[in-house]
């Protein structure tokens, strides 16, 4: 069965850092685009990160210089290091599996808390 | 940035209604067009890809067209299950923008 499961989130203060794992099994993550979705409370879908099964990152402009992507290959996990964190970063983090190119997310994760607050 | 506009943000409709969601991008995504299904308090589950391939394991009613700006998701007799908000994502270049997303909700 392919499975993704996000850990790490919590409550921090603003200006604080917090680092999210994704674990995969049933397939080799580094095989695939991987990308880091996050959902503000009541609010939409927006990607703020991904990296391409080459190893190229990509972040949205509102988390550059702040968060960063990498893959640990040994582990088979997907990591999203984020510090300077302010409070419209506050929602629940998803990691999913893009297939490749062409495809679309097809495997997400049941995803990850984070509160910024005071 | 590519900007996704979907209307309209919510629709009432009544069990067997053929359903019709629209997504318009501020330019062409080619077929790079993405629907996915988000039940509430659940995941995010992708519907269909490359604008009109319907996801594995997703019911025959499901279906997608359009190309370039303008794409439509349709739902030709609504069940009970398909309450949910549905978002469009293009993944022609990063980023790979959402559209606000359509709340449907059944009568």
């Known amino acids: 069965e392919l499975q993704l499961v996000e850990s790490g989130g919590g409550l921090v203060q603003p200006g604080g850092s917090l680092r999210l794992s994704c674990a995969a099994s049933g397939f080799t993550l580094s095989s695939h685009p991987m990308h880091w979705v996050r959902q503000a409370p009541g609010r939409g879908l927006e990607c703020v990160s991904a990296?391409?099964?080459?190893?190229?990152?990509y972040y949205v402009d509102s988390v550059k210089d702040r968060f960063i992507i990498s893959r640990d290959n040994s582990k088979n996990t997907l990591s999203l290091q984020m510090d300077n964190l302010r409070v419209e970063d506050t929602a629940v983090y998803y990691c999913?599996?893009?297939?490749?190119?062409?495809?679309?997310?097809?495997?997400w994760g049941h995803g990850t808390m984070v509160t910024v607050s005071s | 940035d590519i900007q996704m506009t979907q209307s309209p943000s919510s629709l009432s409709a009544s069990v067997g209604d053929r359903v019709t969601i629209t997504c318009r991008a501020s330019?062409?995504?080619?077929?790079?067009l993405a629907w996915y299904q988000q039940k509430p308090g659940k995941v995010p589950s992708l519907l269909i890809y490359?604008?009109?391939t319907l996801q594995s394991g997703v019911p025959s009613r499901f279906s997608g067209s359009g190309s370039g700006t303008e794409f439509t998701l349709t739902i030709s007799s609504l069940q009970p299950d398909d309450l949910a908000t549905y978002y469009c994502q293009h993944y022609n270049s990063y980023p790979h923008t959402f559209g606000q997303g359509t709340k449907l909700e059944i009568k």
């Open positions: 330019q062409s995504v080619g077929s790079w």
């Open positions: 999913a599996r893009r297939l490749g190119f062409g495809y679309a997310l097809d495997v």
């Open positions: 990296v391409s099964s080459g190893g190229d990152p």
């Open positions: 490359k604008a009109s």
